[in-house]
């Protein structure tokens, strides 16, 4: 029988994208932290950054078939009942085994099914199981829309991404979460420590370069086509160019070196090196980026539902960061444009405590807080439920 047992169990739904992902095990973190004890399991899908980030972080990682939501009619969205009926089941057999007393959801392939397990959802059968779902995106995508009509709780990282509390409350925003390491940042006190673990001199400026975990080919012709000016202003680079593609960097300055890596393993390291960012805008890369107040110049990916763009703007309304558009950024705009940021020492501390001060450094845990609240609730209820059917079946 589920969530008879005074140990709490979470189970945490968020696999597919980074931005899914981390998110997800932020939270499972501060839960592990607040409540040691409690039990904290993962769904995700065989294909999903899940298979690596889970494990890693030591939590059990449970596989379910993914089910995506197309935007168009195809005969994808002829197979979307069975689909989505085989995932719930095979859903709900991990719900029962882990005796799961709350769902926390994210977003992403496994979320829907997740939902509809919890609630009964296609298989109807069975206690159901409350649901808390975070909501990332300032435009919240389809599972979440539909998670949030059958949860308990909705919380979002900023107002207006279309999820609202049953009753057509908004959500209640609590900004997003990140791992303990960022939110308790020391960015100038790691400088020394980050500058020589990448090769970069202790002294001027230096400028992070990343485009996701696989790199963006605009940001790295335009960065890298404006190496010298960064060189002549005695700017360093510090550039993840993507594990698949390949950046010549030309060194025209030894003290201002242009450091061009794959992938960066130590991204705490990485912002601790860096004075200003260009990145694209997911919305955990703005979380991070403003919670350890670091500049930026954002560029949201040119293609889907505008959802990058609305991630940066609240910073930029703040100060502490500047938007691009992808086919803008070019050589010329990083001489014209980022050369003179980096320069301006005044402006830059300007703009990394307004960055600072839109990022939410206490997301996690209070979203810990509610899942365990929530968590707590349901396993009481679960054992006075059995309690009260024992007694029943003892009078008869």
């Known amino acids: 029988m589920s969530g008879i047992n005074s140990a709490l169990s979470v189970v945490v739904a968020g696999g597919g994208t980074a931005g899914h992902i981390e998110p997800a095990l932020a939270v499972a973190d501060a839960v592990k932290a607040l409540a040691p004890d409690t039990t904290v399991t ?39 009942p069975l689909r989505i009926r085989a995932s719930v089941r095979k859903t709900r057999e991990v719900l029962d085994a882990v005796d799961a007393d709350v769902i926390v959801g994210f977003g992403g392939y496994v979320a829907l099914p997740a939902y509809l397990a919890a609630r009964g959802g296609v298989l109807r059968r069975r206690r159901t199981i409350p649901i808390v779902i975070h909501e990332a995106n300032a435009s919240a995508g389809i599972a979440n829309k539909i998670g949030a009509r059958l949860a308990t709780r909705v919380l979002a990282a900023v107002p207006g991404s279309g999820v609202k509390n049953r009753g057509a409350s908004d959500a209640d925003i609590v900004g997003i979460p990140v791992r303990a390491s960022i939110a308790n940042f020391d960015r100038a006190g790691l400088r020394a420590q980050a500058r020589e673990y990448f090769g970069l001199p202790l002294d001027g400026p230096v400028l992070l370069v990343f485009g996701g975990s696989q790199g963006a080919k605009s940001l790295n012709d335009a960065v890298s086509g404006a190496a010298r000016e960064l060189a002549d202003a005695g700017i360093s680079v510090l550039h993840a160019h993507g594990p698949k593609n390949t950046l010549d960097a030309t060194q025209f300055s030894e003290a201002a070196p242009y450091v061009a890596v794959p992938y960066l393993s130590r991204m705490d390291l990485a912002y601790a090196a860096a004075d200003a960012a260009i990145c694209r805008s997911g919305a955990m890369t703005v979380a991070e980026v403003s919670s350890v ?12 539902n505008g959802e990058q763009e609305l991630n940066a703007k609240p910073v930029v309304a703040a100060g502490g960061a500047v938007i691009v558009s992808d086919a803008d950024l070019t050589p010329t705009f990083v001489a014209d444009t980022v050369v003179p940021l980096l320069t301006d020492s005044p402006r830059l501390q300007a703009m990394s405590a307004a960055a600072a001060g839109v990022g ?8 810990a807080r509610i899942v365990l ?21 003892g009078n008869r």
Not at 360 to 367: C, K, S, V
Request: glycine residues 6%; positive net charge; hydrophobic residues 35%.
């Open 42 to 80: 993962a769904l995700g899908t065989a294909r999903g950054l899940e298979t690596t980030l889970v494990p890693a972080r030591g939590y059990t990682l449970e596989l379910i078939p993914p089910v995506p939501l197309p935007r168009k009619p195809t005969m994808d969205l002829v197979k979307l």
């Open 360 to 367: 939410h450094r206490t997301a996690a845990t209070e979203i």
């Open 293 to 304: 107040g670091l500049p930026a110049v954002y560029v949201p990916l040119p293609h889907g």
């Open 373 to 393: 609240d929530t968590a707590r609730k349901s396993n009481t209820e679960a054992r006075n439920n059995t309690a009260v059917r024992n007694t029943n079946r």
